[in-house]
């Protein structure tokens, strides 16, 4: 795994959606987080907001960043649990035409690391909507900086060798 120096690295648009009933953009650490290491990677924030947890209000939210062509990808936070009010990864299943299982195994992996068995109440999962990549990570800031940046910061930049999403994104939309 390296970084492919000749490549020009070109920014993606993404969108950061915090599903929280108790957050707000006053206190939303890990939506925060999100925003700060994408930018500092280089990467465009295309648009952010904070949702209840609603399967309806996630999914009217996903669709309008699926269909919006300033959306490369959506990064969500919050609701990957096991509670009754953590309802991030139906949300995401409505709306996705692939899902990409690696990314919540390899999450959960790398989340071991830090935080032990405890990994096994997470429910991280991604896919991919209309061409859009949708990454749903945990809600706290430890989750959201081991998703950034063990798996998202050379997953999304298209100087990361051997592959990389970056580079699949003008062939998702092949039949």
């Known amino acids: 795994m390296a970084i492919d120096e000749t490549i020009a690295f070109r920014p993606v648009r993404i969108a950061v ?14 939506g925060d987080r999100l925003v700060e290491r994408l930018t500092k990677a280089g990467h465009e924030l295309a648009d952010r907001g904070i949702v209840r947890d609603d399967v309806e209000t996630i999914v009217s939210r996903l669709h309008a ?29 409505r709306v996705w035409d692939k899902e990409i299982p690696g990314f919540g195994e390899l999450f959960r992996w790398l989340s071991y690391q830090t935080i032990g068995t ?4 997470s429910r991280a999962t991604a896919g991919v909507a209309r061409g859009t990549y949708i990454f749903a990570l945990p809600g706290s800031t430890g989750a959201v900086t081991d998703a950034w940046d063990g798996i998202l910061a050379s997953q999304l930049d298209i100087r990361h060798k051997p592959c990389n999403f970056v580079e699949l994104m003008p062939r998702l939309m092949e039949r």
Request: proline content about 4%.
């Open 17 to 30: 959606l915090t599903v929280s009933d108790t957050r707000s953009l006053q206190d939303d650490r890990s």
């Open 65 to 93: 960043w699926i269909d919006d062509p300033e959306v490369d990808v959506i990064l969500t936070t919050g609701g990957t649990g096991v509670t009754g009010r953590d309802i991030t990864p139906e949300a995401l299943a």
């Open 118 to 121: 405890s990994t096994i109440q």
